[in-house]
């Protein structure tokens, strides 16, 4: 029979560290941390394996499971020496989430599980404390109500708000047992107005309750949309932990928090955290209160008045630190830690790898190979490559004047200038039109993750820096300023305050999550020196990796800026882009609406000169390096006049009527631009246009290597070949004028001739082309729309249901379809060698900067991907990642 459940603690560990697929990053961390000592509540991990049951039999548990369970609340019982329900000696329990890769916030979480109307009593008593066991009976119901019945949140907090006002209270520490005890009453009777029923007092009703919410909020919209975000599986499934409460908020002597062992936004080798005194975890991590800090030398760095942990709780303190290196130097990683202090007793509740911005995950992966504690291989393997695009864009200018509004908590590091907006839908929205918007809120949760993630950066009066909002902006690479205490945020009239100053909707502001500034207006940037950290790890993974990393680029900035970050030549070279430049686009569309080829080639001798400029720039940056270059390869609607002074402007360059050329691009319409008369097409019916680019890149390339003595390597692409007919017509065209102008220079230089593989017949057929093509460059973003027969462009409207249904595992044209799309391409490879061994083979869509398809590039033997300048980097450690794990 299938195992289930896993217990840990009280001297036992069913499983361990090496468990995550089967218990998720937290049961096999709890597990591990009572194996190795620590201090742990005990408890049981009902697995992800379950989670999948779960759906599979319409979310339902089995009386196997079910005993299971009842065995695992034994187990729980006989190492506290408390029994669940019972009127004197009640064991309470937490019950959470746990998925094998860390999803903060995501998920759902009920504390306090097992108070009831019986049980109240009988916790006062145990406890001494009649005011901690109602305040914890008011949590119970209050996040049972959120998470298991569905019921409205806000009703709950309102009825908090006016029983402080009522009682003359400003903070939830002010509460006596008497006001906790009526605060209950009140609550019972939301309870039983929404949702028609007493709240539920049997403590087993409650406790599978809250484990079908546990495991429900898996497909949560939030937990889809951070799915979606971080590509994690939507099979996988998350774990569910039932552990024994103990608890921060049983007077001064008990506090929680959470801390880091290096901090999370620097990397700096120093404890990072948060506590409070007489609390709950969640109100640390929901940051509903602002904490304290966690060291002397933090808070006496803020300027902070109440006493840190290590003032305040210096005992506990030290033990904590002593857990901290312990765990470190166990995992060989930074670790992310909650924790509990009860009466003075120290409690571990997890521990995992903790998120962390790429600027620490460059400075930790760096110093702990110098500290022994991990090779350089290792070091390269611990960076997410998507990670390093915070590093490569600009920062704020510290020369720069900054009108600074007010100071909060430098969250997450990292610069951004919006448009201030107040909810989450608004900055989706307003995202989507082109818009930088800064998210504001008093503090955010996590159904505001998709407007997170559109911001450009977040702002909230509440809440510390390992709040909801800190966490989820520094995995994202979004810059954060939380806990600013002084905006008066008015959601309804749309604006905040800070003192007698008003910031609306709509208002510019900057926020600096490094320093926790809020300016007015927008502040200018500088670009980011990548040297130190990043140098060295870079060192590290071009020592192993196999692939080569080219660049997409087609101006000389984007190549000055690809070259800086080490591309090793350009695997893409759109020649069409070019083409739109304002001084040309009126040669460019006498040339498609020429009636025949004498008009086409009066405009291509105007458009020569330019071509050959073009090409003499991108060849000086990248002499010695491979170029490819892609020729015209126009969906004809782009470059045809739109209007009346365009056809006009036409027209006098051609010196035909304005008539006479409406009449020609009535012609030229096409149902289905991408699919219609472009790529080689063109050049087939139209060859001098073909054989005007090929005389510009050879021109040039022989101009600079006079020049500089040092030969560009040019590869001449030809776009959407199906056949092997087409591309020999081309290569004769192109062989052709590159005898005429090696003659005419009295020099040659090397070549190939190649094509982009972007339809399927191409890929199936490579073995054909090959005889002719000495390269092929997978074109990934056309042959995925021409495999799935799904526009890019249109895709958007139903993509995100198809990944969300597991149709697909992500979105294809961000990360390649490797059943369909990447079966091709191994098809092609494959045909394209048996032909010509030596045949160079590379991509160059969208895709060749994600890490993802990058593996599968290392995988199929491909020789070099192709990606946009700033994801060069990323490429290529992506790349050596990907060798790594070949071994």
Partial sequence: MTKYVYRFGGGVSDGG???????????ANLAEMAAIGLPVPPGFTISTAMCARFYEEGESFPDSVKAEVAAGIDHIAAVTGKRFGDAENPLLVSVRSGARVSMPGMMDTVLNLGLNDVTVAGLARASGDARFAWDSYRRFIQMYSDVVLGLDHGAFEEALEIAKEDQGHFLDTDMTAAD????????????????????????????????GAVFGSWQSERAKVYRRLNDIP??????????????????????????????????????????????????VVAGIRTPQYLTRAAREAAGARPLSMEEAMPDTYAELAQVFDLLERHYRDMQDIEFTVERGKLWMLQTRSGKRTAKAALRIAVDMVAEG????????????????????????????????????????????????????????????????????????????????????????????????????????????????????????????????????????????????????????????????????????????????????????????????????????CRTEHMFFDAARITAVRQMILASDEQGRRAALDRLLPEQRADFTAIFEIMAGLPVTIRLLDPPLHEFLP??????????????????????????????????????????????????????????????????????????????????????????????????????????????????????????????????????????????????????????SRFLTAYVDKGIFPRDPFVSLDVEGVGELIRLAAERGRATRADIKLGICGEHGGDPASIAFCEEAGLDYVSASPYRVPIARLAAAQAALRAV
């Fill in 17 to 27: 560290a090496g468990d995550k697929s089967l218990l998720g990053g937290k049961g």
């Fill in 180 to 211: 906790w005890e009526r605060l209950v009453g009140v609550y019972k009777g939301l309870v039983e107005e929404q949702w028609g029923r007493p709240f539920p007092q049997d403590v087993h009703d409650q406790l599978w309750g809250a484990i």
């Fill in 234 to 283: 939507g099979d996988w499934g998350t774990a569910v932990n039932v552990q024994a409460m103990v608890f921060g908020n049983m007077g001064e002597t008990s506090a929680t928090g959470v801390a880091f062992t290096r901090n999370p936004s620097t990397g700096e080798r120093v404890y990072y955290g948060e506590y409070l005194i007489n609390a709950q975890g969640e109100d």
């Fill in 373 to 572: 504690l991990i090779g350089e291989s290792e070091a390269v393997l611990r960076v997410d490559p998507q990670a390093l695009d915070q590093l490569l864009h600009p920062t704020l200018d510290p020369a720069a004047p900054r009108d600074v509004l007010t100071k909060g908590l430098p969250a997450s590091p990292g610069a951004a200038s919006g448009i201030v907006v107040f909810d989450a839908d608004t900055a989706e929205k307003r995202a989507e039109l082109g818009e930088a918007v800064i998210l504001v809120r008093v503090e955010t949760s996590p159904e505001d993750i998709h407007g997170m993630h559109a911001a450009r950066g977040i702002l909230t009066a509440r809440g510390g820096m390992t709040s909801h909002a800190a966490v989820v902006a520094r995995g994202m690479g979004r810059p954060c300023v939380s806990g600013a205490g002084t905006l008066a945020i008015d959601s309804k009239a749309r604006l905040f305050r800070v003192g007698d100053r008003t910031v609306s909707e709509g208002d510019v502001i900057t926020i600096d999550g490094a320093t926790g500034e809020v300016m007015v207006g927008a502040v200018p940037t500088v670009q980011p020196e990548l040297a130190g950290d990043f140098g060295a790890l870079m060192v590290w993974a071009d020592r192993v990796r196999r692939l080569k990393v080219r660049t997409n680029a087609e101006t000389p900035a984007d190549c000055r800026t690809a070259r800086d970050f080490g591309a090793e030549g350009i695997g893409l």
């Fill in 642 to 795: 739109h209007n009346e002074a365009e056809f006009e402007d036409v027209a006098a360059a051609a010196g035909v009527g304005v008539e006479v050329l409406k009449r020609r691009a009535a012609e030229l319409h096409e149902f289905n631009p991408m699919l219609g008369h472009r790529g080689c097409r063109l050049g087939v019916t139209y060859p001098e246009i073909y054989e005007m680019q090929a005389r510009a890149i050879f021109e040039a390339a022989v101009a600079v290597a006079e020049q500089s003595g040092e030969a560009p390597i040019p590869e001449v692409m030809v776009p959407l070949v199906a056949t092997r007919r087409e591309l020999e017509l081309m290569k004769e065209v192109i062989d052709r004028t590159a005898e005429a102008v090696f003659a005419e220079a009295g020099r040659r230089i090397d070549y190939l001739v190649g094509t982009m593989i972007e339809l399927p017949r191409a890929a199936l057929k490579a073995g054909e082309i090959a005889e002719v093509g000495a390269f092929f460059s997978f074109g990934t973003n056309d042959l995925t729309q021409t495999t799935l027969g799904v526009s890019r462009d249109d895709a």
